[in-house]
């Protein structure tokens, strides 16, 4: 499996983790989440995981509105919300 953009494999064999880093920035605020293999059952099922967030948060984020130029506390809290529930 290979990297997409926003979503980062990590399988190295001298961590204990193995899954996918979930990375998006938007107005000076970044979004990170990690989806584990071993959470998840496999890599395509925590890859399937990462995607769902990442659609769900990039439309959130993109229809948002801005206060000066930067992401409101309403939108920060609700990107936190789909992280946490994924």
Do not use: C, H, P
């Amino acid at each position: 499996m290979k990297s997409k953009k926003n979503l980062t494999r990590f399988t190295y064999e001298t961590t204990a983790f193995q899954g996918w880093r979930l990375n998006i920035s938007r107005a000076g605020t970044s979004f990170t989440k990690y989806y584990s293999d071993k959470k998840y059952g496999s890599g395509a099922k925590s890859l399937k995981a990462a995607e769902t967030a990442l659609k769900d948060l990039k439309n959130l984020l993109d229809n948002s509105r801005r206060v000066k130029n930067k992401l409101s506390k309403t939108t920060i809290t609700k990107a936190e919300k789909i992280l946490k529930g994924s």
